[in-house]
Every structure is written in C-alpha cells, then in structure tokens.
C-alpha cells in the first residue's frame, strides 16, 4: 500500500476506535484492562428479573463483539506504525489488496485464513 492509503486507512481506523471506546464507556466503565458491564436492576419481580438478565445478556454480547473489533483496529494500527501491515501473519507473504479492502484488520492471506478455516 501507498503512503497516502495507509494513512487515510490509519485515520479511518482511529476514528472507528474512539467510536468503539466511546461505545464501550456508554454501556460499562473500564475494570483494570477490559471493560464491565453492571448487572442493571428494575426490581423484584420475576418479569423485572427477566428483562434484567436478558438486558445484560445483550449488552455483554455487545460488549464482547465491540472489544473484539477494538483489539483487531489496535493490533492493525500498531502493524502500520511498525511498516509491516499487509503481511500475513503465518507465512509473511503480502495479503491480497482485494482481502485488505474488504477486511482492512485481516492478519492473514486468503489461504492462510483457508487453513485455519478446515
């Protein structure tokens, strides 16, 4: 990739990090490395303490995919400040430009990926 792609793709990744950051404070604040979100409290009745469960069953599951996807844009970021973004992270042969495009945190080339997959 050129100079000028990697940068506009590191300042697409940054804002998508804070956004996520920013995501993640909303539903639960930092505990030590990752976040926690609080167990949300509508009362005593078992309809409440169902709503109750089923609320933080979501938000958890949000939370995860959202810590996910900022630890994949942090990794992506500190390859590109290293200069070796773009190579696969098994046999360090380039990742395809198309892959790159679709999927701009791919750690892997398509038959790297293939591999792993079966």
């Known amino acids: 990739m050129i100079e000028k792609e990697l940068k506009k793709l590191g300042e697409i990744l940054t804002e998508r990090k804070e956004h996520i950051e920013k995501s ?5 604040h930092r505990k030590g490395g990752e976040f926690d979100i609080p167990f949300p409290e509508y009362g005593s009745t078992s ?3 169902a709503m109750e469960v089923a609320d933080w069953e979501r938000l958890k599951a949000t939370e995860s995919a959202l810590e996910i996807e900022l630890s994949q844009i942090v990794k992506t970021l500190e390859s590109i400040q290293k200069g070796d973004y773009g190579l696969c992270q098994n046999c360090q042969k380039p990742i395809e430009p198309p892959r ?3 999927f701009p945190t791919a750690l892997t080339c398509i038959n790297c990926a293939k591999a792993v997959a079966s």
């Open 100 to 102: 790159l495009n679709a």
């Open 24 to 28: 993640l404070a909303e539903i639960g």
């Open 47 to 49: 309809d409440e303490n």
